[in-house]
Each structure stands twice: as structure tokens, then as C-alpha cells.
């Protein structure tokens, strides 16, 4: 029992971030005041905070 609990709250714990980063996500694209460059960057840190690294990709 104890076991479906935790998997319930872990799942529901997800959604929440991705809820989260799909929004900040969405700001940043929508956010007139960034160049193409100062959105990546935005969504880049938004990853980074969320504990995803780019490796690589952000590398410029």
C-alpha cells in the first residue's frame, strides 16, 4: 500500500514541474522584450533549474 502511495505522489510531484516549466516555458516565448538568443537562454535556464542539462547544445 505504502508503495502505490508513494508512486501516486512522486507522479503527481511530476506533473506539477512539468505544469511549471511548460508555463515559465511559455512566458519566455511569449516575452516580446527577448531576442531569439535571450529566449534560449531563458529556456535553457529554466531547464537547468529543473536539474536538465543542455551537455553540448549550450555551448555558444
Known sequence: ???DEMKKAVNKLI???EQS???EIHKAVCD???DDFGCVEEIVGIFEKNGISC???HDF
Open 21 to 23: 516549466m511548460l508555463e
Open 15 to 17: 506533473k506539477e514541474m
Open 55 to 57: 551537455n553540448s547544445r
Open 1 to 3: 500500500m505504502y508503495k
Open 32 to 34: 516580446d522584450g527577448l
